[in-house]
């Protein structure tokens, strides 16, 4: 006895015709001007003179589209679409406009003849739309110009939004990159009781821009035994006859939200939050569906030719073979002729909010709440002077952590993301209200493991952290990502897609404003012990730098109550990327809350308590950015107070990077009046920096001042004591001194030779005492900062 048959013979010819109507406004938005419904024979004006975009992955996606909008219809689901493969965004517009949504947003593109020329024409045209589904196509958080990121972004998306769907399109290409390897496994930390579900669709349709896809050349059953392994129950939609295939793709659809909805009943109603096999679906179908079958002798559809434009248009017979295949789609039954999808087909589409192009979801500033903070003055440290007091850093803001996370487990809109350091960061106090999320079996020695925690650092990957974290913010919650410094260089060009992400939407009016990615960087370049050379690279303030200034943050908090003071800050703000370099380990502490809110807030100040001119001209300033060159600059006031106490010094501390550009260049520099009165217009400065020193060169160059001499990071290192760290790199007490003496050759002259001439001895000292005893000199180790008047050489 055969299986019913999902679709009616009128459900099949209906959703035949939508994916015609789809697959025609998508090849048509790569390739014409006017005439867009062919009402008369098409003229070479009529064709645009650059045809740049893609079709390979358009039909297919076009394909999932509309049976994921029977879907929604049927079950009246909370669907949003990630689009995953490389190119297409000319499909997810042409879903769009078909659903209204796109009108909506943009009623100059109006749902007729008018407003579907100006669809067409501004697909990949100068002052017109991405070829990607970029941040101007409603429905989409994820641009997919940068391959491996979808599903990561996907989970980010569902957890803890437990009625979500994300169905995410997975391009057989895509699947090739390390992220989108690693990304079948966050299935691992998906709570079927508390998150939504995703529900990947890997399209397998052959080839890249010129090879062919690894996946797409496996045998089924290997296929289906990789997926099996990572956790996934498959289902095999192949084929490329529409007619059968609509069938299948709407059994597989059915079965697949049938299983979700089973899985989380059942945990729901009985408690069982144990991992699940989660169902996804593979669809095999010819690269360039219903496109041309050859051109000019070559094969096009199923191969890779068809990946970007199937008909060049270089010669005068192609005019003739590109009007065929647009008329085949037959676009006089499916729109009226003032341009409307005729009123059977527009009823096959959702309604409202359940239209993915219109998912609240998808625009997460429309859902976004504000996080309950505690006050963070109250964790602050007491210091009673100066230097008086260490702590740790990171351990104190742990404890600010802790009680974020409690006060917002109600709402569970805050979660923090780590590669497995987020203990070795000192967030420990987090685990006093919380567990790391795994959904595994648990072991008899796991510790802070749960599966429905508010940590997500059980996974040792930087993409998975970051794409995670980025799909909860921008479907409207908060959180953080910690990291070590230099590994944070994995997620480079994660963080610059999500950049210019956020500075395309500042300039659309009607996408809402998002919590900011808030980057904490610990374990940094200045103490690695055992790691060494491998763990020392400061360079991701370089390249955050160097994207738009209405977007990024760089703060470098010298001490806990900065740290507490900058974080508070930027968990609350909107629409920016916040970088915040901390230390973890024990450090003096230097200013009291009261001083640390104000210095924050200013992001920039003269440190008078470490300063001797008195509000006179300095001789020098010593300017310090990161908490080892505060350290470091603070004992060369010491021992330049000790040896020439005439020696007139001013201590600037930088908090916010930013603030060394012009205001000109950045929301946050000083102006060119208020940065001389700092530095002054022509006394030397020297600068000691946490990273390379000539991004502080970058970032001053336009001032008045060029007397300006920096010390930072000169990729230097080794595994090596933290002190040796900075005296391989010249940003030492030692070296630092040396160079204010050699700044001051007028003031200090022969007076300062002879000091050299000892600091260099103290500098062979200390590298006979690590040799011997594998720790730095007991003066170093036991330094406190006492205005100068100790003895430390």
Not at 24 to 37: E, H, S
Not at 187 to 193: D, E, Q, S
Not at 530 to 555: E, I, M, S
Request: contains cysteine; hydrophobic residues 35%.
């Amino acid at each position: 006895m055969s299986r019913k048959a999902a679709l009616t013979p009128s459900q099949l010819e209906k959703i035949d015709a939508y994916w015609r109507a789809s697959n025609y406004l998508t090849a048509c938005q790569l390739y014409l001007l006017d005439n867009p419904l062919l009402k008369e024979p098409l003229q070479p004006e009529h064709i645009k003179k650059k045809i740049v975009g893609h079709w390979g992955t358009c039909p297919g996606q076009n394909f999932i589209y509309t049976h994921l909008n029977r879907a929604i219809v049927k079950y009246d689901l909370d669907m949003i679409y990630l689009s995953g493969p490389g190119h297409g965004g000319n499909a997810m517009v042409a879903q769009t406009y078909m659903e209204g949504s796109y009108s909506e947003v943009y009623p100059n593109i109006s749902r007729d003849l008018e407003g579907m020329q100006r669809l067409f024409k501004q697909f990949s045209f100068p002052g017109g739309i991405p070829s990607h589904v970029a941040p101007e196509t409603p429905g989409s958080i994820h641009e997919g110009g940068e391959l491996g990121y979808s599903l990561a972004h996907a989970f980010g998306a569902v957890f803890d939004n437990p009625d979500l769907i994300a169905a995410c399109v997975v391009g057989d290409g895509e699947a090739e990159t390390g992220p989108l390897a690693t990304a079948w496994h966050s299935n691992k930390f998906l709570n079927p009781v508390g998150d939504g579900a995703v529900l990947p669709i890997l399209h397998l349709n052959g080839f890249k821009i010129h090879n062919p896809t690894i996946l797409s050349r496996m045998s089924h059953t290997e296929l289906e035994n990789f997926f099996r392994g990572c956790g996934w129950e498959p289902r095999f939609v192949e084929g490329d006859d529409p007619k059968e295939m609509h069938q299948k793709m709407a059994s597989a659809m059915d079965w697949a939200i049938r299983e979700i909805k089973r899985i989380q009943a059942n945990a729901r109603l009985t408690g069982d939050e144990a991992r699940p096999t989660w169902p996804m679906i593979v669809l095999r179908t010819p690269k360039g569906w219903t496109g041309p079958k050859e051109v000019d002798g070559n094969v096009i559809e199923g191969s890779f030719r068809a990946h970007q434009v199937p008909i060049d248009m270089s010669k005068p017979e192609h005019l003739g073979m590109l009007e065929a295949w647009l008329r085949s789609y037959k676009p006089e039954e499916l729109f009226t002729d003032d341009g409307k999808l005729i009123p059977e087909l527009q009823a096959l589409a959702p309604v409202g909010n359940r239209r993915m192009g219109a998912n609240p979801h998808a625009n997460g500033g429309k859902l976004l709440r504000d996080l309950k903070t505690p006050d963070f003055r109250n964790y602050g440290i007491d210091i009673p002077a100066p230097g008086a007091v260490e702590a740790q850093d990171m351990l104190v803001l742990g404890s600010y952590v802790r009680d974020v996370i409690k006060e917002n487990e109600p709402a569970k809109n805050f979660r923090v993301f780590g590669p497995d350091e987020s203990k070795s960061n000192r967030l420990t106090p987090m685990f006093e209200t919380t567990t790391r999320v795994w959904n595994m079996d648990p072991g008899e020695n796991d510790e802070f493991l749960g599966r429905s925690g508010r940590v997500m650092d059980s996974m040792l990957s930087e993409h998975m952290c970051e794409g995670w974290l980025e799909g909860y913010l921008l479907t409207g919650r908060h959180g953080f990502f910690n990291s070590y410094e230099a590994f944070i260089r994995i997620v480079d060009s994660m963080f610059a897609q999500h950049a210019k992400w956020l500075k395309t939407c500042n300039e659309l009016p009607w996408r809402q404003d998002i919590a900011s990615l808030n980057y904490i960087l610990s374990s940094n370049v200045w103490q690695q012990d055992h790691n060494g050379f491998t763990h020392q690279d400061p360079g991701f303030l370089d390249h955050v730098c160097n994207k738009k200034a209405d977007v990024v943050r760089l703060y470098l908090p010298p001490d806990a109550n900065c740290t507490l003071s900058v974080f508070d800050h930027c968990i609350k703000s909107r629409n920016y990327v916040n970088v915040m370099v901390t230390s973890k380990h024990p450090r003096p502490q230097w200013l009291t809350m009261e001083q640390a809110v104000k210095h924050c807030t200013q992001g920039i100040g003269i440190w008078q308590w470490a300063s001797n001119d008195q509000w006179e001209e300095p001789d020098i300033v010593l300017a310090c950015c990161g908490d080892t060159p505060t350290l470091e600059t603070l004992a060369t006031v010491t021992i330049i107070r000790h040896y020439f106490p005439d020696v007139k010094m001013r201590v600037i501390n930088v908090v916010d990077l930013m603030r060394l550009q012009s205001d000109t260049q950045h929301p946050h520099g000083l102006s060119d009046e208020k940065y001389d009165m700092l530095f002054t217009k022509d006394k030397p400065i020297l600068f000691t920096f946490h990273g390379y020193p000539s991004l502080i060169h970058e970032l001053t160059y336009r001032r008045k001042n060029k007397n300006l001499h920096v010390r930072g990071y000169i990729e230097e290192g080794t595994i090596t004591t933290p002190f040796d760290m900075r005296v391989l790199n010249n940003l030492d007490r030692f070296h630092l001194t040396m160079d204010v003496i050699k700044l001051l050759p007028e003031k200090l002259g022969n007076r300062g030779a002879s000091l050299i001439q000892q600091l260099q001895d103290k500098l062979v000292e200390h590298k006979q005492y690590i040799a011997e005893h594998g720790v730095d000199l007991p003066e170093i180790r036991d330094w406190k900062w006492n205005d100068g008047m100790g003895n430390y050489l």
